[in-house]
């Protein structure tokens, strides 16, 4: 059993940042592999960035040099520092886990990111 809790989401103005934590419970050592996702009302739900367990990162090309994945070794914990926020940036954003090549197995609940003004 694995439980992804996500946090930091809210408003903020375009231009600023925010850093988003996913807390993973239970038997997370089997998952190889974490990601971000998001989804923004009426569209279908994209990968941001991912990670694996031996630090390797790919994200969408809406993002790169702006976003940055991590997951600090030792720790059941995910981190999306978010720079340079754009309105096009909203959406609510899930945390997911599971193996490596495969779809994610383990979802968080998401957590609202809003750009604006």
């Known amino acids: 059993q694995v439980q992804l809790v996500e946090s930091g989401g809210g408003l903020v103005q375009p231009g600023g940042s925010l850093r988003l934590s996913c807390a993973a419970s239970?038997?997370?050592?089997?998952?190889?592999?974490m990601g971000w996702y998001r989804q923004a009302p009426g569209k279908q739900r994209e990968l941001v960035a991912g990670i694996t367990r031996f630090g390797s990162t790919d994200y969408a090309d809406s993002v790169k040099g702006r976003f940055t994945i991590s997951r600090p070794y030792g720790k059941n914990t995910m981190y999306l520092q978010m720079n340079s926020l754009k309105s096009e940036d909203t959406a609510v954003y899930y945390c997911?886990?599971?193996?490596?090549?495969?779809?994610?197995?383990?979802w968080g609940q998401g957590t609202q990111v809003t750009v604006s003004s």
């Open positions: 239970g038997s997370i050592f089997s998952s190889t592999y």
């Open positions: 997911a886990a599971g193996g490596t090549g495969r779809p994610p197995e383990y």
